[in-house]
């Protein structure tokens, strides 16, 4: 078996979004602008309230999923449907924004930390004109192991007999979030083609011979399987893949397209009010 090699090493870089919330934001950047079918990382990571306390008030999408993974803290989903999610500590969410959403991201919390990642992760074109749907998927509806010296939750795909509860046709993806002890090795089988990167939060850890600090990003090889190892205390990481869509991509902010004359129609959609098409659908987990 192959293992996979690192390509590119992707500094986060902080950025200021929403109404003036600060994240880390490593695909999306110039360095990496997407890597098929991943359109955006960002980590948010602060104790500090001003960080985030302006949160993502009503704002539009169209055209993709976003997939929200929270580590520390509390926030509310709402959306102009009414539509309400509370995203905890442990939790996920995933929408489909599909042919429209306008929806708010708003931190319920004064005070203390608020960790997590947002990921974004492309539809086909038959797809980015489909009703928007949800996924609330609360801490403890996902799996967990630990062993050899690997902590692992399994938000989507499969690890060992574990199974995620987010799943996407699409793209089959996977995204794990792993706790390692220094000096372990962490292996995972992987399909052979699917895009896949490692993303280290906490700590340090080693691909081959290359070193990753906290928040940088590795975009790998295609392979088989993919071996990341600790080289500090407190390490822990995302290992995230899925297979590429390979359509052409046109993005404009919240929107995300195959061409200008779609981004051009979303632009107008939102501008006369018509951006939200469909009553979206939530499932609760
Ligand atoms: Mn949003």
Redesign the pocket.
Known sequence: MTSRTVVQIVPAQEVTEGAGVRVFRSIGTLPRRNLDPFLMLDQFNTDNPDDYIAG?PD?P?RGFN?FTYMLDGHMRHRDSMNNQGDLGPGGAQW?KAGSG?I?S?MPQQESGRMRGF?LWINLPADQKMTPPEYQDVRARSIPESAENGAAVRVIAGNFNHLQGPVSDPNTAFIFLDVTLENGKNFVQPLPEAHTAFVYTFEGATRIGEHLLNERQLAVLDKGERVTVTASKDHTRFLLVAGRAIGEPIVQYG?FVMNTRDEIEQALADFRDGKLVLTKATMVNY
Do not use: L
Request: aromatic share 10%.
């Open positions: 993502f704002h999408h976003t929408m959403v929806h991201e947002q919240p």
